[in-house]
């Protein structure tokens, strides 16, 4: 039989961070040990042979929206990293995005998609590219990522950042989490954000494990 603690040992944290703690309406300071993001080029390996199909585990999907003569168009990522994108069941692109692992793949409403990864980087793609536009580099592996329409919030485990998603991003908010982060969701207006966390003593008795723990 499972005890009650066991059982509570493997569920998730759920922070609630309310509007009221989310200042948008401009930049913020950050204590000199947060990371910040760095816009770069995206920087990919030379063209590797990329299968039709997932080898490694498949860490998340999104529908992205169809170009002309398409009724479907689907972004996935798997946990070695590559990043493929299809439309009406044929593969179109393959890139191995991030090698040290994919974390998460999540579309904007502008079309625009992200994919992080345990490189430290975030890549923004454009609905109407087969390739990455641009890198930001936040220099630490990315364990949770959610997109709203002006904003951007990611976590490294450790914090949860709200940046904008201008040319320059801008960090507008920052805090440490109360445990390892692992998931994020964002209101459309990103005044709220939503945290899942695994709690530390559940990691360290071996009760729980995260591939970036």
């Known amino acids: 039989m499972v005890s009650h603690a066991r059982t509570l040992s493997f569920s998730l944290a759920l922070t609630a961070l309310s509007a009221c703690t989310v200042n948008t309406s401009g930049p913020t300071v950050a204590p000199d040990n947060v990371p910040m993001l760095q816009v770069g080029e995206p920087?990919?390996?030379?063209?590797?042979?990329?299968?039709?199909?997932?080898?490694?585990?498949?860490?998340?999907?999104?529908?992205?929206?169809?170009?002309?003569?398409?009724?479907?168009?689907?972004?996935?990522?798997?946990?070695?990293g590559w990043v493929r994108i299809w439309a009406d069941g044929k593969l179109l692109a393959v890139h191995h995005a991030h090698?040290?692992?994919?974390?998460?793949?999540?579309?904007?409403?502008?079309?625009?998609?992200?994919?992080?990864?345990?490189?430290?980087?975030?890549?923004?793609?454009r609905a109407d590219s087969l390739a990455p536009q641009r890198s930001l580099v936040l220099g630490r592996p990315i364990t949770a990522l959610a997109v709203a329409d002006p904003h951007l919030a990611i976590s490294d485990g450790k914090y949860v950042q709200l940046w904008s998603r201008d040319g320059q991003p801008q960090l507008l908010w920052t805090m440490a989490a109360y445990?390892?982060?692992?998931?994020?969701?964002?209101?459309p207006t990103g005044?709220?954000?939503?945290?899942?966390?695994?709690r530390q003593w559940a990691l360290e008795r071996g009760l729980a494990n995260h591939p970036l723990a």
């Open 99 to 125: 090698p040290r692992g994919l974390t998460a793949l999540q579309l904007a409403n502008d079309g625009r998609w992200y994919t992080a990864g345990a490189d430290g980087r975030v890549l923004e793609w």
């Open 179 to 187: 445990a390892f982060v692992t998931g994020l969701a964002m209101s």
């Open 191 to 198: 005044g709220v954000i939503a945290a899942a966390e695994l």
């Open 43 to 80: 920087r990919l390996r030379a063209p590797e042979l990329g299968l039709p199909v997932h080898e490694a585990a498949i860490v998340d999907v999104a529908l992205l929206p169809p170009q002309a003569g398409e009724q479907w168009r689907l972004a996935s990522g798997d946990a070695d």
